[in-house]
């Protein structure tokens, strides 16, 4: 069986891990500390934070960026249920917004229509990896004093218009997961990247529960240290087993890009000429890392994308369905009734994300190029 994804790990995240055990220290602490500067270095990031997840990262940032009960954020409904769950933590209303369906992105040209007096902040997702259109969202969060904060969850290591994504060029919060289906993994993990001294310790005390000494700094200090609690926070914390884990996955990065782009230059070839078959090109300007390589099925039905899903499945090739629509779950349904958003839906029923990861060999790759060709409407 061909799966969808597979994180690349190997002796350097065991080396790196066992010494880390050794040291007697696993909690957050000097690894943490060395993952988060060598990941700031890599995007071009003043302050990185980490913390357990992405979807802590965006819980963490809504209220860094002042997103409290009763304010409204915009954002897409097209994407992983996390990205809208983290504006409900704050007690606020996801006010969602169509996609683009050549870019399956949130369409700036329709967030003008959504925003209100309430509006705080705008939730940018770069979904897949591709980046959105940065430059038109930061400039209506410029003219509208609203914050951006960018779910970067898939997006390590891609570009836009030369920059990394998580240099805070656009944005003063970028937020990025390293679970197993992203391009670099910890088992589960996360990242806030920000150019704000101010913004980074909010951070800091936000995901230990508002402590003001960490656990390091009171461990290595030579007089008696008492922390205190000045705001609510909470036990969102990396382990330093886990930042071992991401320093070597980090080492990897640009060889993993290489190859995941090498892999889907292969399947554009082999689909190109394929009437019944959608593909999603590089946007201009940007360097996409791939985090997963989709297709869409043009004018299917569900039955037909799950027939052809199926058909693979039986050639032994795992595929899954495309990205979903958050406020079609019965959990958004039961808060804000039937809402619809006509090109995210399409765009889930029809597309396929096929198997994609760094250490997928040849053979792998042509058999799903051929299998996909005989199933192919
Ligand atoms: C995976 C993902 C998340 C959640 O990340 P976790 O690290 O699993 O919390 C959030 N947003 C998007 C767009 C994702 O793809």
């Known amino acids: 069986m061909i799966p969808v994804a597979k994180p690349e790990l190997g002796e350097e995240e065991i080396a790196l891990v066992a010494e880390t055990i050794r040291s007697g220290w696993i909690t957050q602490g000097p690894r943490v500390a060395e993952f988060e500067q060598a990941f700031a270095a890599r995007v071009g990031a003043r302050h990185a934070v980490a913390v357990s997840n992405c979807t802590t990262a965006l819980h963490c940032s809504l209220i860094?960026?002042?997103?409290?009960?009763?304010?409204?954020?915009?954002?897409?409904?097209?994407?992983?249920?996390?990205?809208?769950?983290?504006?409900?933590?704050?007690?606020?209303?996801?006010?969602?917004?169509?996609?683009?369906?050549?870019?399956?992105?949130?369409?700036?040209?329709?967030?003008?229509?959504?925003?209100?007096?309430?509006?705080?902040?705008?939730?940018?997702?770069?979904?897949?990896?591709?980046?959105?259109?940065?430059?038109?969202?930061?400039?209506?969060?410029?003219?509208?004093?609203?914050?951006?904060?960018?779910d970067a969850a898939c997006a390590i290591g891609s570009t836009y218009h030369g920059r990394p994504i998580g240099d805070n060029c656009y944005a003063p919060l970028v937020c990025f997961s390293f679970h197993p289906r992203k391009v670099i993994s910890t088992g589960d993990g996360g990242m806030i990247t920000t150019g704000d001294p101010v913004l980074a310790s909010h951070l800091r005390l936000l995901r230990q529960h508002g402590m003001s000494v960490n656990d390091l700094e009171r461990h290595k200090s030579k007089t008696v240290v008492t922390e205190t609690y000045p705001i609510l926070g909470y036990n969102y914390r990396l382990t330093d087993v886990q930042a071992a884990i991401g320093l070597a996955q980090l080492a990897r990065l640009d060889g993993i890009i290489m190859r995941r782009r090498s892999i889907a230059a292969n399947y554009d070839a082999a689909f190109a000429g394929l009437p019944g078959i959608g593909l999603f090109a590089e946007p201009p300007g940007a360097r996409w890392n791939h985090q997963t390589y989709l297709i869409r099925m043009l004018g299917a039905s569900v039955k037909k994308r799950d027939d052809f899903m199926q058909a693979l499945l039986e050639e032994g090739i795992a595929t899954r369905r495309g990205i979903m629509s958050i406020h079609r779950e019965a959990s958004y349904i039961s808060r804000f009734g039937q809402q619809s958003f006509p090109e995210s839906e399409q765009a889930s029923d029809q597309c396929v994300c096929l198997p994609l990861y760094a250490q997928m060999g040849d053979a792998d790759i042509a058999k799903v190029c051929s299998a996909v060709r005989k199933h192919a409407p």
């Open 64 to 150: 860094a960026a002042g997103v409290g009960a009763g304010d409204e954020v915009i954002v897409t409904p097209h994407s992983y249920i996390a990205t809208s769950n983290a504006i409900l933590y704050c007690g606020a209303r996801p006010v969602f917004v169509d996609i683009d369906p050549a870019t399956l992105n949130m369409d700036p040209l329709r967030v003008a229509k959504a925003l209100t007096h309430r509006t705080k902040a705008i939730m940018v997702v770069h979904q897949v990896g591709r980046p959105s259109d940065l430059e038109a969202l930061a400039g209506i969060a410029a003219a509208r004093g609203l914050k951006l904060i960018e």
